[in-house]
């Protein structure tokens, strides 16, 4: 049942996946992105991170694609400003490194397994869960997580300076 | 239970068709799209070793990696529109004002 679910998803977040990259409309392509953050969002629950789970559709699918979307109808772009994508050479270059670096991702996964602990069959029902990564980000990882907080007033202010009328 | 390599595999072709999207592409937005795809695709493979291994330390990495993805975001979305306002173009080809 659970493999079922899984291979169900996976196959549904590769197609969403490739086909972000061959729309040629940016709002299709944002689209079908959104698609497949909620199919990762499914596995995350297979995985046991609901907590994960509900901040990858509130923050990704949510509030990073909105922003997405805000900036692709700002730009307004027409039919033929969408430029020129026929160059063949970059295509074949990139499809050859592209599948290289798959296939060597997956030597590394096959050859790379062997010698692991045995999984935990059953865990906590608590864990990944707004308790256990709040109990953790709040005392082990306080640092980073004031750090962060900087990190985005900073990207705020990035952000607004960039987009300022006149730069 | 789904074994850990069948996730790390799912995620090594995630992480292929944004680097594929990031070579072939010139639109400045799709290739941006493709660098949430790569991130995701990492994001995944955490979260199914903080599975694997029954520890929340990935997780909480996850959450770390999303806030830096958002700020990330914002501020490449603002360079776009930079860009876009002194170019006109939302090409990648235009983007040579510091070639040299």
Redesign the interface.
Known sequence: M??AI?LIT?IV??IT??L??V?RN?VA??MF?IA??CA?AI??L????S??AV??II??AG??MV??LF??M??N?KKD?????K?RA??F???L???L??VE??AL??LS?TG??Q???S?DPE??GAH??GQ??FTD?LF??EV?SV??L???V??????K?K? | ??P???????S??????????F?????I??I???I??ML?AV??SL??F?????L??G??F???V??????????G??????F???K????V?DLNLMKW
């Open positions: 659970e493999l899984f996976a977040l590769v996946a490739i972000v990259v729309q940016p392509s944002a992105l497949a953050l990762q596995l995350y297979l995985l046991q991170a907590f994960l901040i990858q923050v990704y509030a990073i922003l997405f900036v692709i700002l730009l772009l400003e969408f430029g020129p994508e160059r970059q295509r270059f990139g499809i490194f592209a599948v670096l798959f991702i997956g996964v096959k397994l692991l602990p999984a935990y069959k865990l864990f990944g256990a990564v953790l980000l990882y980073p997580f962060t990190l985005l900073v990207a705020i990035g952000a607004i300076v960039m987009a009328r730069l | 239970m789904v850990l390599s069948y996730y790390l595999i799912l090594g072709l995630i992480f292929s068709v944004g680097v594929l999207g070579l072939t592409r010139r639109n937005l799709i941006f799209m493709c949430e795809l995701n994001n995944l979260v199914a903080a599975r694997e291994f029954g929340m330390q997780q909480v996850v959450f770390l999303m806030t830096v993805a958002a700020a990330e975001a914002a501020v979305l603002a360079i776009i529109i930079a876009f306002r002194n006109k173009s939302a090409n080809d």
